[in-house]
């Protein structure tokens, strides 16, 4: 229905898809990934010899943990979630033909890659950002980084989170199919919905924030700098946004995780109201913990306790998602396929990064461990590993969607476990380091912790490999794997009852909603008395 | 529901706030010894939050395994007593790391009334300190055992002066003053470090503390304030030039600025082609404002350094004696 289907190299450049947009931003963040993870490489083999000219000078090493850091949260994780599992998932799982924007939605893409292209230049054009992705004034204005190429990064980046984030926020509430109640959105769609709330607060803070950097270092304004302006603004605005960003990561993640947990264990998500509940928390309170990156910047006493105890508190909503994804476990049907082991692995990472998160929340904990390899261990468990390995998870588990095919479950099981055991183990000598107090990004380490970091790169090459047997396993299974049927893991969710790869306008005619998408081994009759007459939209076809 | 909720609520109160009483109440005389116990507290806590969530986890996976293409699991919604058990739970243990975390914040930052207090002032790549008596020394410090608390601010850039060994760290900031304090309880050396992003030399910005006993410190203040009324230029000039070789060094190796070493009248290309001789002329106007005075093949990151007449001409007859 509807006009016909472009074909062609244009097919792509000028669609207006969600599932095309998709599958390019998916392809983009992936590019991303491996440059994050190929600058890790090289920063972890100048490690290995505590010497200040090996491999990399320390200028260069500044360098690529900038872009590191920039690449995997602003250009990988974000993009991911927010740009691939939103449009792909969210009109077919809401029951809609597109999202409500769908040019707004093309341009949104575009602006993403030219943030790219220049964070490429900043990499290596003269005047190298070496300024932290934090960016931090006064270095960032008076040292020799090209501050521009990273405010206009952030500001095309925002353009397209806050259009994507209108765009979506539209899509959620007014293009649900009939019958697709609040109470019946995917987990998913709720942690989406949720993250996009965020970027649309947050998003106009940094680019503010960043603007003012841009004045202060080429128009001679005093925002940050000590002549009538403070450095510490900038602090204060940048981790406004910048803090809650870890939510925009997480809140997607614990909805795909729920979604895999409960197709994999066949069994209804375990309480899913406090499960919506916690992630609309997360949302609100996530904007009162920032300050714990300023425990030691000499911000006001008082200030640091009251975001504290935000900070501290988040743990709880975050705890609830945990016990209920245990609870969705037991009394199971658990088949141990790739993406339910992903889910399995980010929920063992996760936690670990969960409870040494607490820790570092703690303002007299942190006084001691603030900027050291503590917190580089500990956001590595939680964020970097966890929901990069979720993310290639929830890759897997919507493959056969995507492409008609399957995956190499075989490879994708190998990849697993090269990076779980990788991930375990390559942080957990920093935890020590930071108990010692030893600051990160430093190029040069003291000698007497070579033994521990060379443990650690050794682990982290390993879960690298793993990585790119992942990726490796998606090209290959893309162009050459075998037919998938249109619903491999007998899901009951919107997305699995139409064609795989969904035709191009999705459902034939609008789909009338009547269940949840959780709703396995449900006994007959059961509920029938809240108005639900049985069968899914599935069913209809 | 609602009978569930009170309940919850009082029981609550009644774990809060005894447990405020004892954590809140205790006092630590050194804010380092607390924060060990922290850490030993924290970490039985988070230990069994481990075991909480990985025991039932492996358990289930093991258990609960598909056992036919057609098997499905129970069909369970919720359990609104379990959901309030976990959200209550945590709760009660956050409040307890809160409290007893806010008791050892609250040492952290009141200073004892009989500290030692000492200026700070940090700068690309490294830190000055200035005595109550008024010696400035630069990269080693020496404090009497005892409280200690430090004033400080920051020349360029923000930096942090952390020392590990007393459990504490606060960020330098240019235009203001941050404090912080330590008991420098034992005798020794200790390693002080930056613990914010501050440049490429960032790694390099190390400093040394050494703590003596009063009567040594005595001994110290006599000799360095003799010190400072028979020192050459040269010898001045070394002291103020500590603060050059992060990023320059003195034996000719390569670092990211040129090598101090024969430095004095060589012939210099700049990154306009010129080329100059580096009398005493040009490397004073290249320390006070090097941006105009770009050396060929070196990033443009040295910052301007606001020295005196005096100091300018120690730091100059230094980097002559360097040959």
């Known amino acids: ?541 | 529901m609602y009978k569930k909720l009170l309940t919850t609520i009082i029981m609550l109160m009644a774990l809060i706030v005894p447990a405020t009483m004892v954590f809140g109440g205790e006092r630590v005389a050194d804010p380092a010894a607390g924060w060990d116990k922290h850490y030993h507290f924290f970490g039985v806590v988070g230990f069994l939050i481990f075991v909480i969530v990985f025991v039932p986890l492996l358990y289930f996976v093991f258990k609960y395994r598909r056992t036919s293409e057609n098997h499905t699991g129970a069909y369970i919604e919720g359990n609104t007593g379990l959901e309030i058990m976990w959200t209550a739970i945590p709760v009660v243990i956050i409040v307890l790391l809160g409290v007893q975390t806010w008791a050892l914040f609250n040492e952290y930052r009141s200073v004892p009334a009989n500290a030692h207090e000492v200026k700070v002032e940090a700068y690309q790549y490294g830190f000055k300190m200035v005595s109550p008596e008024g010696i400035e020394t630069d990269g080693e410090f020496t404090v009497p055992a005892g409280p200690v608390k430090l004033n400080m601010t920051s020349r360029d850039v923000i930096h942090d002066f952390a020392v590990p060994a007393f459990r504490v760290r606060e960020d330098t900031v240019p235009g203001r003053w941050t404090y912080m304090w330590f008991n420098a309880s034992k005798e020794g050396t200790y390693q002080v470090y930056c613990a914010e992003l501050c440049g490429p030399g960032h790694s390099l910005m190390l400093a040394k503390l050494n703590v003596v006993s009063k009567a040594q410190y005595a001994k110290w203040v006599e000799e360095n304030k003799m010190k400072a009324q028979t020192m050459t230029p040269v010898e001045r000039g070394e002291k103020l030039a500590k603060q050059c070789i992060g990023c320059h060094s003195l034996d000719g190796s390569p670092a990211a600025g040129p090598t101090l070493k024969g430095l004095f009248n060589s012939d210099t290309k700049l990154a306009d082609g010129s080329v100059v001789k580096t009398d005493v002329a040009f490397l004073k106007k290249k320390i006070k404002a090097p941006k105009n005075n770009l050396v060929d093949g070196y990033p443009p990151m040295m910052p301007p350094y606001s020295f005196t007449d005096d100091e300018l001409n120690a730091v100059v007859e230094y980097i002559k004696s360097l040959k």
């Not at chain 1, 392809?27 to 010899?49: C, E, N």
């Open chain 1, 1 to 541: 229905m509807g006009k016909p289907e472009p074909t062609g190299i244009k097919a792509w450049i000028f669609t207006t898809d969600h599932k095309k947009i998709a599958v390019l931003y998916l392809v983009t963040s992936l590019v991303f990934f491996v440059v994050g993870l190929l600058l890790a490489i090289i920063m972890r083999t100048k490690l290995l010899v505590p010497d200040r000219e090996f491999l990399i000078s320390n200028e260069l090493y500044n360098v690529f943990f900038t872009i590191h850091g920039a690449a995997m949260v602003l250009f990988w994780m974000i993009p991911v979630l927010l740009g691939f599992f939103a449009n792909y998932l969210i009109p077919l799982m809401i029951g809609a033909h597109d999202v409500a924007f769908p040019r707004v939605n093309a341009l949104s893409y575009w602006m993403y890659v030219g943030a790219c292209l220049i964070a490429v230049l900043g990499l290596v054009l003269p005047g190298r950002l070496d300024i932290g992705w934090t960016g931090y004034p006064p270095y960032s204005v008076t040292g020799p980084a090209n501050t521009a190429l990273y405010v206009f990064a952030v500001h095309l980046l925002g353009a397209s989170s806050i259009s994507g984030a209108v765009n979506f926020i539209t899509t959620i509430i007014t293009l649900r199919a009939p019958g697709m109640t609040w109470g019946r959105l995917n987990l998913t769609v709720w942690g989406i919905f949720g993250s996009f709330i965020i970027q649309l607060i947050g998003v106009p803070v940094l680019a503010a924030a960043v603007t003012l950097l841009l004045f202060d270092k080429y128009l001679g304004t005093h925002f940050y700098d000590t002549n009538g302006g403070n450095p510490l603004l900038y602090q204060h605005l940048f981790w406004f946004y910048a803090h809650p960003a870890v939510y925009v990561v997480a809140l997607p993640v614990f909805g795909i995780v729920s979604d895999i947990v409960s197709t994999f264990a066949r069994k209804r998500i375990f309480g899913y109201t406090s499960m919506v509940i916690a992630m609309m928390i997360i949302t609100v309170l996530g904007f009162e913990v920032w300050v714990h990156h300023l425990y030691v910047a000499g911000t006001l006493n008082w200030s640091r306790i009251v975001f504290m105890w935000g900070t501290i508190l988040i743990g709880v909503p975050t705890g609830i998602k945990v016990f209920n994804w245990l609870a969705t476990l037991h009394k199971g049907s658990i088949d141990l396929k790739t993406p339910m082991l992903y889910a399995l692995g980010f929920i063992a990472l996760f936690t670990i990064g969960g409870i040494t998160g607490i820790a570092n929340g703690l303002v007299g904990f942190d006084i001691h461990v603030h900027d050291t390899h503590w917190v580089v261990a500990h956001f590595h468990y939680v964020l970097a590993l966890s929901m990069s390995m979720l993310v290639l998870g929830g890759i897997y588990y919507w493959f056969p969607k995507m492409t008609g095919k399957m995956y190499d479950e075989k490879l994708g099981q190998l990849g697993f476990w090269l990076t779980l055991v990788g991930a375990l183990i390559a942080f957990f000598p920093h935890f020590m380091m930071g108990v010692d107090g030893i600051p990160r990004r430093y190029a040069i380490l003291p000698a007497e912790y070579t033994g521990m970091i060379r443990i650690s790169s050794l682990f982290s090459y390993i879960a690298i490999a793993g990585f790119f047997i992942t990726i490796w396993n998606y090209i290959k299974s893309a162009r050459s794997g075998a037919p998938a049927p249109a619903n491999p893991w007998n899901s009951l969710s919107l997305e699995w009852t139409i064609p795989s790869p969904p035709p191009f306008y999705n459902f034939e005619k609008i789909p009338v909603i009547t269940s949840d998408p959780y709703e396995y081994g449900k006994p007959e009759g059961h509920g029938e008395e809240k108005g639900a007459v049985g069968g899914h939209a599935a069913h209809h076809h």
